[in-house]
């Protein structure tokens, strides 16, 4: 370790240990410990590094982090236990369809009903929801609503039977 | 948990695993908003480029191969390019002779005033820095990055990192030559 090198290192790294070339650390600050000319470079970084300390730090907001966590990805929930595949199936469709036999339901509702049931009867699917405005329904995802509508004795909202 | 390596977080937070989430946040998201601080020069901006960078990692957690990249170097990576990417669409109206005005003169009482002002001084002249120099002292001296790991994340090699820490920092001597006599004042008078 040279005194040049030295002095190469407190312009770029500055005065802490911590921040040099780690190969370099031990014989830096060996040189810093006996010479005095090493100290007085450290002790002209060190200004700077005193002055750099002062800029201004601020932790992350509640709110973005809040705003992060509304939109991290989610894993599509519907999964009935094996033993209750049938009869759920049917229970489901009874519910959504209570107007005679349980026909094969079309269009929108149905394939939202088809694919609810598949997704749950296979592994665990990964469902990005990017938008935090939609945080509140992103709960209430089709496969959710599927469970919680067969599920409950309630009636089910007007909207779901348009 | 907090031993967990990023990696296995990464994974859990793509099965939608919300604790992994926050504990991935807490690793890593106040070094992201620094990182970023340093770069734009205000909270709020710095937020902006913080929040993207982590919709990006909820939106590649799923595909994150563990052993192909350090996650740590890709996450500030795609930080310091997104910065670096704002900065440039803002560039046209940002006039590099309007630095703040120095409150010349009146030495203020008020220690909190004075740290505050010297505060505002210090992010403006990193502000003035070009932006290379920046981030690479953002990364390494703010930040703590070792030389090899502010390489990587800068695509660079450690000599370049060095000579544009050197460079920076030769730069903020300069910008800062008032600050550092006013500031070794003031400790000699109140010493």
């Not at chain 1, 094969?104 to 935090?132: D, K, Y």
């Not at chain 2, 505002?120 to 001296?141: D, F, G, K, T």
Request: hydrophobic residues 50%.
């Amino acid at each position: 370790m040279t005194l040049e090198r030295f002095a190469a290192i407190m312009d770029a790294y500055g005065t802490s240990p911590a921040r040099w070339p780690a190969d370099e650390r031990a014989a830096a600050e060996a040189l810093l410990a006996e010479t005095p000319a090493a100290q007085a470079l450290a002790a002209e970084a060190a200004k700077l590094d005193l002055m750099l300390a002062a800029a201004p730090v601020e932790a992350p907001s509640a709110a973005l982090v809040e705003r992060l966590m509304a939109a991290h990805p989610r894993a599509a929930v519907v999964t009935p236990a094996p033993q209750q595949d049938k009869g759920f199936f049917r229970r489901l469709i009874e519910v959504l369809w209570p107007y005679g036999s349980p026909v094969i339901p079309t269009g929108a509702l149905a394939a939202s009903v088809m694919l609810g049931v598949v997704l749950g009867s296979v592994a665990e699917v990964s469902v990005l929801n990017l938008s935090p405005a939609n945080a509140a329904s992103a709960e209430m995802e089709t496969g959710e609503r599927l469970v919680a509508l067969a599920l409950a004795d309630a009636t089910w909202p007007e909207e779901w039977m348009q | 948990m907090d031993e967990t390596p990023d990696d296995e977080l990464v994974a859990a937070v793509a099965k939608g695993d919300e604790l992994a989430c926050r504990l991935l946040m807490e690793r890593h998201l106040g070094r992201v908003v620094a990182v970023a601080r340093r770069m734009m020069g205000n909270q709020a901006d710095a937020e902006e480029v913080a929040q993207e960078v982590f919709l990006r990692v909820w939106t590649h957690a799923e595909r994150w191969q563990p052993g192909k990249a350090q996650f740590g170097t890709w996450l500030y990576r795609v930080a310091a390019n997104l910065c670096l990417d704002r900065l440039r669409r803002l560039r046209p109206s940002v006039d590099i002779d309007e630095m703040p005005d120095l409150v010349s003169g009146e030495p203020g009482p008020d220690a909190r005033l004075e740290q505050d002002r010297l505060a505002a001084r210090v992010e403006a002249a990193l502000q003035q820095l070009p932006e290379r120099q920046r981030l690479a002292i953002a990364l390494s001296h703010y930040e703590g990055f070792s030389n090899i790991e502010t390489a990587e994340i800068l695509e660079v090699s450690v000599e370049a990192v060095e000579s544009l820490l050197s460079r920076g920092r030769r730069q903020l001597r300069v910008l800062l030559a008032t600050e550092r006599d006013e500031l070794l004042r003031s400790r000699e008078t109140s010493a």
